[in-house]
């Protein structure tokens, strides 16, 4: 899961390819509709104008997907931290975040140390019962097998 930032990042990305998006569909099929009443409509054999509904509704749904795409940035601005929350409060919380990590680092030093004995003392254990097979084995009388009748 990203941070926030990067989601908004990601999503004003996204906003600004909707924009070239819309603008891109607009460009290459609007009708050549005159600005004043008195002018010549202008035609262009070469364009490929939409009809009037299908460029009205893709419009609509175009625009309907900014507006969503803005609500999103909008959500997200308002969920960081920080928002209505005085610098003074920030830097306490920064300070008691500090010192939460220092005794949590000191337990892990602990831990470690721990960690450290237990694992000296079961190697001692260990070379306890290795060293106590060894003599025992050096102690126990071996068998003649030449005295083993057949």
């Known amino acids: 899961m990203t941070d926030r930032l990067t989601q908004l990042q990601i999503c004003l990305d996204q906003m600004m390819e909707q924009f070239c998006a819309t603008l891109n569909y607009i460009d290459k099929n609007h009708d050549f509709e005159p600005f004043d009443h008195t002018e010549p409509k202008m035609t262009d054999s070469h364009a490929v104008i939409a009809p009037p509904e299908e460029f009205s509704n893709t419009i609509d749904e175009l625009s309907t ?36 990590l220092v005794k949590v680092e000191e337990q892990k030093i602990e831990a470690i140390k721990r960690k450290e004995k237990l694992s000296s003392q079961v190697d001692n254990l260990i070379k306890s019962l290795v060293d106590g097979i060894a003599d025992a084995r050096k102690t126990t009388v071996p068998v003649n097998h030449n005295n083993i009748p057949n």
């Open 65 to 100: 997907d900014i507006i969503l795409k803005t609500r999103q940035i909008s959500k997200l601005i308002d969920s960081l931290p920080g928002v209505d929350v005085s610098e003074e409060e920030q830097l306490h919380k920064i300070d008691s975040l500090q010192k939460e």
